[in-house]
């Protein structure tokens, strides 16, 4: 069958695989030979403010295993540093390609890139083609009945539980280009040592999770503990999409059920994305405009004691140091750390979403956004205002015997849980210099909080004390 094109591109971004890979497949079957590459961008590879060295390393790992996987079908990746726009222009006029092809994403810097690349390719005179890939169902695919995006989760999923999810297509292609290109750079090579150890990217290694699905059938009764690390750690594999959502929808159904809460998970990134897609100001701002009015602390001294987990509250400065030290953290301990930079220090959550993007090496802007409204009740389906997560009580639920907490804090070894869960109270904490007392009163700020908020009006009225009691028993 004669093919479309003698030869095409096909840009790799957060899509590092072969199987199942929407638009690779479609350049495989419509093209005489693919060039199969990817484009490190000054954004991916300078200093920038949201530069994960974490995420990064698990990129380039992820990169090492796809050239692995091309080789195995005889063919090569091909790395290029600069402005995408500059390289695929410079691609048409040296290479002669006839077709452009990406998967496309969902974000404002996303979606401004593509617009510069398919202008590039009009001027060009070759096609560009953009494949849904990243999701179980784009943006547009999950809308209400007047055409409009939801804004709450539990409906969303209601609908988009109603619609069929693709099976994962094998990529039987191999007609990769097998020549040279002068301009290609060699690939990139970090330091170990600068970009930190964690998780090890690449699909080798999703393969061997979604192998193991199995062993998270008590997952819901487990996930909140981080002692037991019950997380799959699928969110970074899922972040650079080294296995496909449709690959791991089809794993828990097989392994688990259809109906487990990790398929739940699988529709809140797809929701947070939507929400993105079609509210991009959340980047800059609260969901719901009237939150941008709210008045936070800007204290450098109380945030940095916050990053580097020095804040006096075990349960917190564990988190931080596990996330600072690995680029992971559990996703319990991720709402109890940002409470706390939110509710308790009063600290705009922009500056929390900022550091967590910095570190995490699953590092998803529209999660990462998403989760932070969240939690800083400023978001869509947001939790409500006066639900404040006490670190104290979140500690004596999710790690009673401080197992979790001593990992992180080798300060605090030498005590006991009782001591550690009522760090407070000065007895407790007598001859101890290396670690810090709690920076501030957990029950005072949680009412300044609500006051902040400007919820209710007097903290003595039978409503408030209800809701200092919500405070207190904090989820």
Known sequence: MEKKFRKSLFLFRRDLRLEDNTGLIFALNSSEVVIPAFIFTPEQIEKNPYRSDHCLKFMIESLEDLENQLKKKGGKLFFFKGRPEEIVSKCIRELDIEALIVNRDYTPYSLQRDEKLEKVCKTGHIPFYSFDDALLHSPEETLKKDGKPYTIFTPYFRNALKQKVALPKQNKGTNYFHGSIPFAEDKLVFSKQTLGDGLIGGRSEALKILKNLSSFSKYAKLRDFPVEDYSTHLSPYLKFTACSPREVYAAICCNLSPHHELIRSLYWRDFFTSIVFFYPHVFKGAFHHKFDKLKWSYNKKAYQRWCEGFTGFPIVDAGMREMNETGFMHNRV???????????????????????????????????????????STGCDAQPYFRIFNPWNQQKKFDPKCTYIKKWIPELRDFTPKAIHAWYEEKYRAGCKKYPAPMINHEKAAKETLHAYKIIPAMNCQQSRKRLAVIENAI
Do not use: C
């Not at 220090?345 to 900022?354: A, M, Q, T």
């Not at 550091?355 to 939690?375: I, K, S, T």
């Open 334 to 376: 991720r709402m109890i750390t940002a409470s706390f930079l939110i509710k308790d220090l009063h600290i705009d959550w922009r500056w929390g979403e900022k550091y967590f993007a910095q570190r995490l090496v699953d590092y998803d802007p529209a999660v990462n956004n998403g989760n932070w409204q969240w939690v800083a």
